[in-house]
């Protein structure tokens, strides 16, 4: 995809145990640096839109927006153009794509 070729990656996965989700994992995949990012309130899965801005807001991902639902994931922007951020949150696991210039 030659969106991704532009912009550096990063992603963030949430954990989760009966559907349950307390935490978040990020990885940044160009220095390899992880974390683990505590929720302040178990959320979800799968997220459904509420839950889907509150990962986005706690995840260590910078870029904000608008969420949209296309198929399996919430995102913003809904049609990324190779330029500034894309992030995209997986309905059913809790998966964030970052993608930051």
Do not use: K
């Not at 991704?4 to 994992?25: E, K, N, Q, R, Y």
């Amino acid at each position: 995809m030659a969106l991704l070729v532009f912009l550096v990656p990063a992603s963030c996965v949430i954990t989760d145990s009966d559907d349950l989700s307390t935490s978040i994992v990020v990885r940044f995949d160009e220095d390899g640096f992880t974390a683990v990012i505590g929720l302040e309130r178990p959320v979800r899965l799968p997220l459904n839109e509420d839950d889907a801005y509150y990962v986005m807001h706690h995840c260590s991902c910078t870029c904000r927006g608008d969420l949209v639902r296309l198929g399996d994931y919430w995102q913003y922007p809904e049609y990324p153009d190779g330029y500034g951020c894309f992030i995209r949150i997986h309905v059913h696991t809790g998966d964030v794509d970052c993608f930051t210039d």
